[in-house]
């Protein structure tokens, strides 16, 4: 029997397709509020030093083709077919507008999968209250979602972090007692930890299974890419925190953006300019983990998650 065609709907970040984007994606970002002509100047010239714009749209793209050819490359024998559609929070194709594709297209049944592997209400809450505003809109019957909350010990994706933080420690020449592997992700307001929210437990985690499995104690836990707004985020900064490790006499990190799965503004300034730099000054080696772009291990990754929400979740 020839069975319906299930949606994915892949939801990721987004980013500005020109320069002179920005300042809507930037305004989109900030809920509606134009950011000032300082903000503006700044975001500008950080996507100037990464070479005019960030690689996003485009690696999230061949991450979408590629769940797509993989999900169908394993139908079983019912004829079952996968159709992703990609969803960006903050530059089109905007969730909502795919959201309306899909049901323009005949999708009744959906998986929704974010491109981020822990869980906050801030983050990958926010994508799914988007898609389930969406859906809602909708007339007529309404589209079967079921929501991959987060991902962040699947066996596969621990299993591709910790290839990547072996290989970079095979790059430094450090002594175990000089080298530190620094996992981190996106900061978020302070606010959240008063929800409960699981995001810096969700952190720890997936930490702790890489140590784990490449039986390494000197790892540590720091937070990225805080926002300039006038509340407090949730802290120790990464650049705070390789201060004090070279206080302490590392001199050899390995930094390991497991908050992110693709190259990107915050990967490749604020680690590879930002933290390089102060590295530099410090006279410390810094290696970075390399992304998981679409490579094949971290499609693996997503296909599984996919096909095991879909045999658990409708
Ligand atoms: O390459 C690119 O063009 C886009 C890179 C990019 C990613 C990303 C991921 C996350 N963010 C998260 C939270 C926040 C909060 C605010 C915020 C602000 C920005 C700004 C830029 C930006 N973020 Fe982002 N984020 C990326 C880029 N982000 C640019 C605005 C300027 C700046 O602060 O640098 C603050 C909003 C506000 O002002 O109210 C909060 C989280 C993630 C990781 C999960 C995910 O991917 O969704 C969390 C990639």
Redesign the pocket.
């Known amino acids: 029997m020839v069975q319906s065609t299930i949606g994915v709907l892949l939801m990721a970040?987004g980013?500005?397709a020109h320069l002179d984007e920005v300042e809507a994606y930037?305004t989109h970002?900030?809920?509606g509020k134009k950011p000032s002509p300082e903000q503006l100047q700044d975001?500008i010239g950080r996507y100037k030093a990464i070479g005019g714009l960030?690689p996003?749209q485009e690696i999230t793209r061949r991450q979408a083709q590629r769940l797509e050819e993989q999900l169908n490359s394993r139908a079983d024998a019912d004829g079952q077919t996968y159709k992703v559609y990609l969803g960006m929070?903050h530059s089109p194709p905007f969730i909502e507008d795919t959201v309306k594709k899909m049901k323009d297209d005949g999708i009744t049944k959906t998986v929704g999968l974010?491109?981020?592997p822990h869980y906050?209400k801030?983050?990958v809450g926010s994508y799914i209250r988007t898609a389930q505003d969406a859906i809602a809109k909708e007339q007529g019957p309404q589209m079967e979602i079921t929501f991959v909350e987060h991902w962040h010990t699947h066996p596969l994706f621990i299993k591709a972090v910790s290839k990547r933080v072996a290989q970079a420690l095979q790059k430094l020449n450090g002594s175990p007692d000089s080298t530190m592997v620094l996992f981190s992700a996106?900061s978020?307001?302070e606010r959240i930890l008063d929800w409960q929210d699981p995001y810096p437990d969700q952190l720890g985690e997936t930490a702790q299974l890489v140590a784990d499995r490449l039986n390494i104690s000197n790892w540590q836990l720091a937070w990225q890419?805080a926002?300039?707004?006038s509340e407090p985020w949730i802290g120790p900064d990464i650049l705070e925190v390789i201060r004090s490790l070279h206080q302490k006499g590392i001199d050899h990190l390995v930094s390991c953006p497991v908050?992110?799965v693709s190259d990107?503004?915050?990967v490749l300034y604020d680690i590879d300019i930002e933290c390089r730099a102060l590295c530099d000054e410090l006279g410390m080696t810094l290696v970075r983990t390399e992304s998981f772009n679409d490579s094949s291990d971290f499609i693996d990754v997503l296909t599984d998650v996919v096909l095991k929400q879909k045999a658990g979740g409708m």
Do not use: C, D
Request: proline share 7%.
């Open positions: 970040y980013t500005p930037y970002i900030r809920r975001l960030s996003l929070k974010v491109l981020a906050s801030m983050s996106h978020l307001p890419s926002g300039q707004t908050g992110f990107h503004l915050e």
